[in-house]
Each structure stands twice: as structure tokens, then as C-alpha cells.
């Protein structure tokens, strides 16, 4: 009779618990980091925004004699 030893290929419980382990630590240092990039992405679309405001006013006023646009506070009724 041929007997031949058979080695099962399976992971224990511990080295499973190790893998998710060090997949949480991992985790863990990484969400930090995508704070600061989600923060710095709505500080670049903020700036972003600013300057195309300042463009726009620029070239009205540069179209305009140098008259700012015209604006009304519906509230409190004052104008400028």
C-alpha cells in the first residue's frame, strides 16, 4: 500500500486574525491622510471659486467705466 502523508493547505484562526489585523492597523494610519487631502481639496476649490469671482468683477468693471455691478439687499432695503 502507498501511504502518503497529506498536508491540509488551510489558515488557522490566528494568522487570519493577524491578516485583519494589520489590515485595521493600516486602515488606521491611512484615514488621517485622506482628511487632510478631502481639506485641501475643498480649500483648492474655495480659492478656485474666489478667483473666478474676482475675474468676473474685474472684467465687468474693466467693461463697464470702472462701475462696480449694482447690488440690493432685499432684507433691509439698502443698496450700494
Known amino acids: ?6 498536508k491540509n493547505n488551510y489558515f488557522t484562526l490566528i494568522e487570519i486574525l493577524v491578516v485583519v ?7 488606521s494610519l491611512l484615514l488621517p491622510a485622506l482628511g487632510q487631502a478631502r481639506k485641501k481639496s475643498k480649500l483648492a476649490l474655495c480659492t478656485s471659486n474666489i ?3 474676482s ?6 468693471t474693466t467693461d ?3 462701475y462696480l455691478p449694482y ?6 432695503g439698502n443698496s450700494s
Open 55 to 60: 475675474t468676473a468683477l474685474y472684467m465687468y
Open 71 to 76: 447690488s440690493h439687499n432685499v432684507t433691509n
Open 21 to 27: 489585523a494589520i489590515i485595521g492597523i493600516l486602515a
Open 64 to 66: 463697464n467705466d470702472s
Open 1 to 6: 500500500m502507498n501511504t502518503k502523508l497529506v
Open 51 to 53: 478667483r473666478q469671482i
